[in-house]
């Protein structure tokens, strides 16, 4: 497939989340399950998602481990975070829209064809228009805390297997 190749609003995404109870990346609220921005960090500021479609809507082949679990957004929400502005140090105001690229065969993964990732463009976690990094990691936290709205609204598409086991211990 193209690396051009467009993202459909309708498309579903899978990202991968770890699964341990004492990890950063979900939490139960009153039974109720919450993700966390922390399951969608990342060094570059692009989380990595998976294609579902491109992955033969099987979720458990997007796992990164196999303790892990898999939430899922749809493209349209994902885009409909919004768009972000920022000025940049001349006083202009640059509008920064949310989106999905698509990103096959990565050098940490080049066998994930499926591979995408959520970007802002124009990018403004390279670009020098912050004056602090704190600037930079709030904005970005922002972003995160969207996307684990998205995936908690959805629920887990594939639960983390010690989730399993406490449902079926009950």
Not at 131 to 151: C, G, H, I
Request: hydrophobic content about 35%.
């Amino acid at each position: 497939m193209d690396k051009n190749a467009s993202i459909w609003d309708d498309e579903e995404l899978y990202r991968s989340v770890r699964g341990e109870l004492d990890a950063e990346e979900y939490i139960f609220d009153r039974g109720k399950l919450q993700i966390r921005s922390n399951a969608f960090r990342d060094i570059s500021k692009k989380p990595s998602v998976d294609r579902a479609k491109l992955k033969e809507f099987a979720p458990f082949c997007s796992k990164l481990s196999d303790t892990d679990g898999i939430v899922s957004l749809i493209a349209a929400d994902v885009r409909a975070i919004g768009t972000v502005k920022t000025t940049v140090q001349n006083a202009d105001i640059v509008v920064h829209a949310v989106d999905v690229a698509y990103d096959p065969n990565p050098k940490s993964n080049p066998e994930n064809y499926a591979h995408s990732q959520i970007v802002v463009n124009p990018d403004f976690f390279d670009a020098d228009i912050f004056d602090t990094d704190s600037k930079k990691e709030r904005t970005f936290y922002k972003l995160k805390r969207a996307l684990a709205r998205l995936a908690t609204k959805r629920g887990w598409t594939l639960a983390p297997k010690i989730i399993k086991g406490l449902y079926q211990s009950k």
